[in-house]
């Protein structure tokens, strides 16, 4: 599911997880009824396909790391921080 920006990640998200749902990994969750759903902001594809590799792959590692993507921390990743332990 493509959203827009990180609050509309966060609705979707919590309202997907709510009674019941299960969160994965890289923006994959299942609903309570047991569909699953990737929630992608427009950012994340952006990021991904950065024209510079090193950036492109900092956004990517920072994603593998992540249940629901979070667009400041792959910005910062994408951007050169060190990413979390």
Known sequence: MNCEDQAEVDRLWEALIANG???????WLKDRYGLSWQIIPAALMSMLSDPD???AGR???AMLRMRKIDVGALQAACDG?????
């Open 21 to 27: 749902g299960q969160e994965s990994m890289c923006g």
């Open 53 to 55: 590799p090193e950036r």
């Open 59 to 61: 956004a990517t590692q």
């Open 81 to 85: 921080a060190p990413l979390p332990a």
